[in-house]
């Protein structure tokens, strides 16, 4: 089964570190997102990509960056950790036909303790 | 810029009975809208999409309605159970895939 994985599940970090979250995803879908979920705040959209070297910024990007090097992937790098992206981040996908966006499928969640 | 609020933020039922959650946005020039299931500790899942043209949606004991207009949209189960008991999110497309979440709804059904 097609499929959309996140990893490290967990990690614990201290500031000023570099951090890479990778997401893989074998649905082949064209459209990739990252969020961070907050208590408060609900999902909010960090970085996105619609294919192969786009990339592009979303509501919370500051301090985030992506690279789409292929279809499957979309990591997040997090240049310079900071305890306020202390957070869960979620992968997502989807795929576009024409007009229509398709359903969102989403991984696991990768839990970023920053200390 | 889009807002989606949902209410109630917390709901405790007993099992057996019909539900509706609600789900308002302020902008209704929207391509699509999700409702999505999250339990503890888990991703999201995906429950039903409605598009813009559509006025509603169906999946076995849920029914998800949409009402561009008004920036409405309800999820409706029915016969709830104790396997109900997650956060729902309902989310809106305005632009380009991109999806405005609200902050959900904590579900509860007491056996």
């Known amino acids: ?115 | 810029k889009q807002e989606v609020t949902q209410i109630p933020a917390a709901l405790s039922v007993p099992e057996g009975e019909n539900l509706v959650l609600n789900c308002s946005f302020t902008d209704s020039a929207i391509y699509n809208l999700q409702w999505f299931r999250q339990d503890p500790g888990k991703g999201l899942t995906s429950l039903l999409l409605i598009q813009s043209s559509q006025r509603e949606q169906t999946s076995g004991r849920l029914n998800a309605s949409l009402d561009k207009s008004s920036g409405r949209s309800t999820l409706y189960i029915a016969a709830s159970q104790p396997g109900d008991s997650a956060t729902y999110l309902c989310a809106v497309e305005t632009s380009g895939s991109r999806l405005t979440f609200g902050e959900g709804t904590q579900l509860t059904v007491n056996p």
């Not at chain 1, 990591?75 to 305890?83: C, G």
Request: charged share 20%.
């Open chain 1, 1 to 115: 089964d097609a499929e959309i994985t996140q990893s490290p599940r967990h990690k614990i970090t201290e500031t000023g570190r570099q951090v890479t979250l990778a997401c893989h995803q074998t649905w082949n879908h064209n459209n990739m997102f990252w969020y961070r979920q907050d208590l408060g705040h609900g999902l909010r959209l960090i970085h996105y990509s619609y294919g192969v070297q786009d990339t592009n910024k979303g509501e919370v990007s500051d301090g985030y960056s992506v690279s789409r090097s292929n279809t499957e992937d979309l990591p997040l790098t997090l240049e310079s950790a900071a305890s306020s992206q202390t957070s869960v981040y979620f992968c997502a996908s989807s795929e576009s036909t024409g007009w229509l966006s398709g359903e969102l499928f989403f991984g696991e969640g990768s839990r970023l303790t920053v200390l």
